[in-house]
């Protein structure tokens, strides 16, 4: 199960989510923060979204090759000094295995449950670099066994950098702790609960960044 949300900034923002549905049964899961903000920016994340639709429709299993491609279908869209983060994974039902590349993008966190009952929690890093800014990059890609009740949650700076007036960061380690504590919840109230506790620490600041947030949950078989 999995559900997604974003709060734009004031403007046009640039980030960008989006789930696909794959041959097999697979699952597609994309998260992105486009750089600059206004049409320039929403342009650059119709490309990106259009190019990932492009390429992820044939399900190939090497994503580090589709992500190449993608990066250089945005760079070859975009004007020069352009770029976005981005993450791409595919869930594969029938292995339980999660395939990713990271392009730059803050890690997503996958929460996994220990022999002891204990979250284990892992950062998602390989990859690569940022998508648009180069012609070509060699990326490379990961793969995870996923369990039942595994959470997976990926979210843009927006999130982990919501400051207060005081100019403190909210963190991730504070996202952390509150993920902690949504063992029983939907990924939808998962998401609502993040964005709760994000907004009582900023305690009325101003919103400086789009915050966008996706939370998928592994069911059992």
Not at 132 to 156: K, V
Request: overall charge negative; hydrophobic content about 45%.
């Amino acid at each position: 199960e999995f559900s997604g949300a974003c709060r734009p900034a004031l403007g046009v923002g640039g980030d960008y989510y989006d789930f696909l549905a794959l041959p097999a049964g697979q699952l597609g899961i994309a998260i992105g923060d486009v750089s600059g903000k206004g049409i320039a920016a929403a342009l650059m994340m119709a490309s990106l979204q259009a190019s990932l639709r492009g390429e992820a429709t044939r399900a190939p299993e090497n994503l580090a090759l589709l992500i190449s491609n993608v990066n250089r279908l945005v760079y070859e869209a975009s004007s020069s000094n352009r770029y976005a983060t981005f993450f791409y994974a595919q869930y594969n039902p029938a292995t339980r295995l999660l395939t990713y590349v990271n392009a730059g993008h803050n890690p997503p966190l996958l929460f996994h449950r220990d022999s002891q009952d204990n979250w284990q929690v892992t950062r998602l890093e390989v990859g690569g670099t940022v998508v648009g800014l180069l012609e070509s990059f060699p990326y490379q890609q990961a793969s995870l066994p996923i369990a039942p009740g595994d959470l997976l949650i990926a979210f843009t700076d927006g999130i982990s950098e919501a400051m207060n007036n005081a100019d403190e960061e909210w963190g991730e380690d504070q996202l952390i702790k509150t993920v902690q504590t949504c063992d029983a919840l939907a990924p939808a109230a998962i998401i609502e609960r993040i964005m709760i506790d994000a907004d009582a620490f900023v305690a009325g600041a101003k919103q400086h960044d789009d915050m966008t947030l996706v939370v998928v949950r592994a069911l059992n078989a």
